[in-house]
């Protein structure tokens, strides 16, 4: 790759003149082409979610274009430190030669690589490159893992180093007449000085927010450029709420969430700020039974024949769903399985950025597994994969349960792994040995079941189901359901099922992508309570959020406590006062009646009417008191972690 060579004839002033910064240029070009077919590539990908005006494909273009030229400006960094530093003495020797096009290949295959590593993302989770994937990048085996169980990456990355060694000859003979430049030092400091400069006002008064200007969230999206996206987010992973989102006056914030979470049965034990320490008195006979809550991973309400779904891929946990107390109207707190378990181990609402389970100090929190434990149950998390992902195994490991996850299983014990974690019928197998274990020494058992099979790659045993493995999520989903129906069917000959309240919801559904920001159908979820002789086989209808499950659970066994939930017990909320929580790392939503109110940073707050059925939203004028609540219930979570309110 003769990347340096001068053209024959090329004026000398000209060359003096032209040669730094060509180079670059022709890069930047390309880098926009690039990114220019990936937009229009994700734009037919997401088809009819696009709204497709002549005022969003201006947007989608011309803010995109926009947002690729200044990703560009980053981009280009290491080309013009190269073409700064080297003395331009040297820039027609080989040495040079060699380490720009290194270099230039280097770059070349990054920009490919990010362009079809955006495509999975999308295909994933509908949107560009965010929090999610700064998340995934501290976690690259399990992620790489998965894209290789997926997608033939081998075969991709093969194409793209041939393309990339094409790319990289081309661009080189665009630009071969000018090299990296005969400027002298000073020259080349003048103009590199000029670029930084440029980058750095860039970089202070530029973010993503130009690109949401419509109502449609693909539309925003795909005015975005995902490698900016990417940067932005890794440096907005933690959202402070007091700085970034609407508040109250702390005074008046504290005396809204008390009043909030006030219930029937409840007694505030202090008049501190932001406290809602309460006693919680039940009446009755505390029933000490063993408690299992599955969650399931991206379990969508909609998946169920229960809620309407003529595929028949639930059979076990639609014949169950007959059998129990069905929630009918519950909704996850958020779209990642950290979301579901701080809800469901904390009952409260989701914080901007983070969530707690990947937050540091998050050790010693009050949580389900403390107060069963001050019961004198043993508690149990056990998960399929391994717990460092996500920091799952050591937030419960400090916070009150025992985790065992899938080191405890032998490789004869195992029928089937992917790199998410074991099959779910071996992570039941070993539950129902950690549960019966624990049942022998007389105490009751609190066990939070994890499952992973019901994840992309689709994975699992070949012969279980009519599926075949590997091929669609509907396979995964009604895998999952084979095995739990295995696992009740099996538990039913224990001597410990008698005395047993079997919990199965999702962590979220499957997908959270919609035409608007919080499109509240891609987060309802199933519910269901299975005890015979103990729970009254019907439906709840009633409005519920995630972070009501655990205070309904210790209601319905009639315990007391010393609780620092947010969330209700259902059964003895007063009607009317039904609300839920749904969030992505950003966005915050409150739904109540049939208003949803959504906060976001640099403190917009907006009220729709949802539409529960398809997730569109219709603006509506704000409404005052449900924007203070939602305030409130968002402000004071958010203080209570901040400051070591949520510490048992």
Same mark, same amino acid.
């Given at each position: 790759?003769?990347?340096?060579?001068?053209?024959?004839?090329?004026?000398?002033?000209?060359?003096?003149?032209?040669?730094?910064?060509?180079?670059?240029?022709?890069?930047?070009?390309?880098?926009?082409?690039?990114?220019?077919?990936?937009?229009?590539?994700?734009?037919?990908?997401?088809?009819?979610?696009?709204?497709?005006?002549?005022?969003?494909?201006?947007?989608?273009?011309?803010?995109?274009?926009?947002?690729?030229?200044?990703?560009?400006?980053? *981009?280009?960094?290491?080309?013009?430190?190269?073409?700064?530093? /080297?003395?331009?003495?040297?820039?027609? %020797?080989?040495?040079?030669?060699?380490?720009?096009?290194?270099?230039?290949?280097?770059?070349? *295959?990054?920009?490919? +690589?990010?362009?079809?590593?955006?495509?999975?993302?999308?295909?994933?989770?509908?949107? $560009?490159?965010? #929090?999610?994937? !700064?998340?995934?990048?501290?976690?690259?085996?399990?992620?790489?893992?998965?894209?290789?169980?997926?997608?033939?990456?081998? /075969?991709?990355?093969?194409?793209?180093?041939?393309?990339?060694?094409?790319? /990289?000859? +081309?661009?080189?003979?665009?630009?071969?007449?000018?090299?990296?430049?005969?400027?002298?030092?000073?020259?080349?400091?003048?103009?590199?000085?000029?670029?930084?400069?440029?980058?750095?006002?860039?970089?202070?008064?530029?973010?993503?927010?130009? $690109?949401? &200007?419509?109502?449609?969230?693909?539309?925003?999206?795909?005015?975005?450029?995902?490698?900016?996206?990417?940067?932005?987010?890794?440096?907005?992973?933690?959202?402070?709420?007091?700085?970034?989102?609407?508040?109250?006056?702390?005074?008046?914030?504290?005396?809204?969430?008390?009043?909030?979470?006030?219930?029937?049965?409840?007694?505030?034990?202090?008049?501190?700020?932001?406290?809602?320490?309460?006693?919680?008195?039940?009446?009755?006979?505390?029933?000490?039974? =063993?408690?299992?809550?599955?969650?399931?991973?991206?379990?969508?309400?909609?998946?169920?024949?229960?809620?309407?779904?003529?595929?028949?891929?639930?059979?076990?946990?639609?014949?169950?769903?007959?059998?129990?107390?069905?929630?009918?109207?519950?909704?996850?707190?958020?779209? $990642?399985?950290?979301?579901?378990?701080?809800?469901?181990?904390?009952?409260?609402?989701?914080?901007?950025?983070?969530?707690?389970?990947?937050?540091?100090?998050?050790?010693?929190?009050?949580?389900?597994?403390?107060?069963?434990?001050? %019961?004198?149950?043993?508690?149990? #998390?056990?998960?399929?994969?391994?717990?460092?992902?996500?920091?799952?195994?050591? *937030?419960?490991?400090?916070?009150?349960?025992?985790?065992?996850?899938?080191?405890?299983?032998?490789?004869?014990?195992?029928?089937?792994? =992917?790199?998410?974690?074991?099959?779910?019928?071996?992570?039941?197998? +070993?539950? @129902?040995?950690?549960?019966?274990?624990?049942?022998?020494?007389?105490?009751?058992?609190?066990?939070?079941?994890?499952?992973?099979?019901?994840?992309?790659?689709?994975?699992?045993?070949?012969?279980?189901?009519?599926?075949?493995?590997?091929?669609?999520?509907?396979?995964? !989903?009604?895998? /999952?359901?084979?095995?739990?129906?295995?696992?009740?069917? =099996?538990?039913?000959?224990?001597?410990?099922?008698?005395?047993?309240?079997?919990?199965?919801?999702?962590?979220?559904?499957?997908?959270?992508?919609?035409?608007?920001?919080?499109?509240? =159908?891609?987060?309802?979820?199933?519910?269901?309570?299975?005890?015979?002789? &103990?729970?009254?086989?019907?439906?709840?209808?009633?409005?519920?959020?995630?972070?009501?499950?655990?205070? @309904?659970?210790?209601?319905?066994?009639?315990?007391?406590?010393?609780?620092?939930?947010?969330?209700?017990?259902? #059964?003895?909320?007063?009607?009317?006062?039904?609300?839920? #929580?749904?969030?992505?790392?950003?966005?915050?939503?409150?739904?109540?009646?049939?208003?949803?109110?959504?906060?976001?940073?640099?403190?917009?707050?907006?009220?729709?009417?949802?539409? *529960?059925?398809?997730?569109?939203?219709?603006?509506?004028?704000?409404?005052?008191?449900?924007?203070?609540?939602?305030?409130?219930?968002?402000?004071?979570?958010?203080?209570?972690?901040?400051?070591?309110?949520?510490?048992?």
């Amino acid at each position: 790759m003769d990347i340096a060579t001068q053209g024959v004839g090329t004026p000398s002033s000209l060359r003096s003149k032209s040669e730094f910064l060509s180079r670059p240029l022709v890069i930047a070009v390309l880098l926009v082409g690039i990114s220019m077919l990936t937009r229009i590539t994700l734009m037919l990908k997401a088809g009819s979610g696009v709204d497709y005006s002549l005022i969003n494909m201006l947007g989608i273009f011309g803010i995109g274009l926009f947002y690729d030229v200044l990703n560009s400006l980053y *981009f280009l960094i290491p080309v013009m430190l190269l073409g700064w530093v /080297t003395p331009s003495k040297y820039a027609g %020797k080989p040495g040079f030669k060699i380490a720009a096009g290194i270099l230039l290949f280097i770059l070349v *295959f990054l920009l490919l +690589l990010n362009a079809v590593s955006e495509w999975v993302f999308w295909d994933e989770f509908g949107s $560009r490159f965010n #929090f999610i994937a !700064v998340d995934y990048l501290v976690y690259t085996q399990e992620v790489v893992g998965n894209i290789r169980q997926s997608y033939p990456v081998e /075969t991709i990355i093969g194409i793209l180093l041939v393309l990339a060694i094409l790319l /990289t000859v +081309l661009v080189s003979r665009l630009s071969n007449r000018f090299a990296f430049g005969q400027m002298r030092f000073g020259k080349r400091s003048l103009v590199l000085g000029v670029y930084l400069l440029i980058v750095t006002t860039a970089f202070m008064t530029i973010d993503n927010k130009v $690109r949401q &200007f419509s109502r449609n969230v693909f539309v925003n999206e795909l005015a975005g450029n995902g490698m900016y996206e990417l940067f932005a987010a890794y440096l907005n992973n933690e959202l402070d709420y007091n700085q970034f989102y609407i508040k109250l006056d702390e005074q008046q914030a504290s005396s809204t969430i008390r009043s909030l979470v006030k219930t029937p049965e409840s007694r505030f034990t202090d008049h501190k700020q932001f406290s809602i320490e309460r006693d919680i008195v039940n009446t009755g006979a505390e029933l000490h039974k =063993n408690i299992i809550l599955i969650s399931v991973e991206s379990l969508s309400a909609d998946f169920l024949g229960s809620f309407g779904n003529t595929q028949g891929i639930t059979p076990s946990l639609d014949s169950l769903a007959r059998q129990s107390l069905l929630f009918t109207n519950l909704y996850a707190t958020g779209t $990642r399985t950290v979301r579901g378990l701080e809800a469901l181990s904390l009952c409260t609402p989701p914080t901007p950025g983070q969530s707690i389970v990947r937050r540091p100090h998050n050790e010693g929190l009050f949580s389900m597994g403390s107060v069963l434990q001050s %019961k004198g149950y043993q508690t149990r #998390f056990i998960y399929g994969g391994y717990g460092y992902f996500d920091n799952m195994g050591y *937030f419960f490991g400090h916070n009150s349960y025992r985790v065992v996850d899938r080191t405890a299983l032998s490789k004869k014990e195992i029928d089937y792994e =992917n790199i998410w974690g074991v099959a779910d019928e071996n992570l039941f197998e +070993l539950a @129902t040995r950690e549960i019966g274990s624990a049942a022998k020494t007389g105490k009751p058992v609190f066990a939070h079941i994890m499952t992973t099979s019901n994840h992309r790659p689709y994975t699992y045993p070949e012969g279980r189901i009519d599926i075949p493995s590997h091929t669609s999520r509907e396979g995964a !989903v009604k895998y /999952t359901d084979f095995a739990i129906g295995q696992f009740i069917h =099996n538990a039913q000959s224990q001597p410990w099922f008698k005395n047993t309240l079997f919990i199965i919801v999702a962590d979220h559904c499957a997908s959270s992508a919609g035409k608007t920001d919080l499109p509240v =159908n891609k987060y309802k979820i199933p519910l269901m309570m299975y005890a015979p002789g &103990f729970v009254e086989p019907g439906m709840m209808p009633r409005l519920m959020s995630q972070i009501d499950i655990g205070p @309904t659970v210790l209601g319905l066994l009639n315990f007391s406590y010393r609780s620092k939930f947010f969330g209700y017990d259902i #059964f003895k909320l007063e009607p009317g006062r039904e609300r839920a #929580f749904v969030s992505t790392y950003q966005s915050l939503g409150y739904i109540k009646h049939d208003s949803l109110i959504v906060l976001k940073p640099q403190r917009i707050a907006a009220t729709f009417t949802p539409n *529960f059925a398809d997730g569109s939203t219709t603006p509506a004028s704000q409404n005052t008191h449900l924007l203070d609540e939602a305030i409130a219930w968002y402000q004071s979570a958010s203080f209570q972690f901040r400051n070591g309110l949520m510490k048992k």
